[in-house]
């Protein structure tokens, strides 16, 4: 399913002009498709926004701030993931305080996990990647990252879709 709801695609458009900081210094190495790899921010799936996308291989990549440790926040996160892994997409989350102490690695190691990662199948899409560790992990447990700095959501300079 890559059906998008209309509520989806305006608040990827909103998402997208208020990018955090994190979000728009991974843009900023992203959207040059490194390796080949052509990524989407902000992207709308079901009703849900993800923060970057690689259609190709199927993997949300989600910057998690200190928020997504909070309140209800860590069982939406799960619920949103169930649902993603159901689609056949794999789920990336990576603490916003990584990208802010080495964007050039965090970048790179997703791009890395990206190009890595087999192409989609039919058996994917009903499976849960086993793939993980390291600078970031793969959702399979559906627990939030955490994250000791905050992701500071507002306009920064070279955050364009």
């Known amino acids: 399913m890559e059906d998008h709801s209309p509520e989806a695609i305006e608040r990827a458009k909103k998402l997208r002009q208020e990018m955090s900081l994190p979000e728009v210094l991974l843009w900023n190495r992203l959207r040059g498709k490194p390796m080949g790899m052509k990524f989407r921010s902000q992207h709308p799936l079901g009703d849900y926004v993800i923060d970057f ?15 997504h440790d909070m309140g209800s926040r860590p069982d939406r996160d799960a619920k949103r993931d169930a649902w993603l892994r159901q689609q056949g997409i794999d789920v990336l989350r990576i603490p916003a305080a990584e990208v802010l102490r080495d964007v050039d690695a965090a970048a790179e190691a997703i791009v890395r996990y990206c190009a890595e990662a087999p192409p ?7 499976a849960t990647s086993p793939r993980g560790g390291g600078f970031f992990r793969a959702s399979s447990n559906a627990s939030p990252c955490r994250s000791d700095a905050p992701a500071p959501r507002g ?3 070279g955050a364009t879709s």
């Open 155 to 157: 306009r920064y300079p």
């Open 120 to 126: 989609p199948s039919a058996a994917d899409a009903a």
């Open 53 to 67: 996308f690689c259609a190709s291989k199927r993997i949300a990549i989600e910057i998690d701030g200190i928020a």
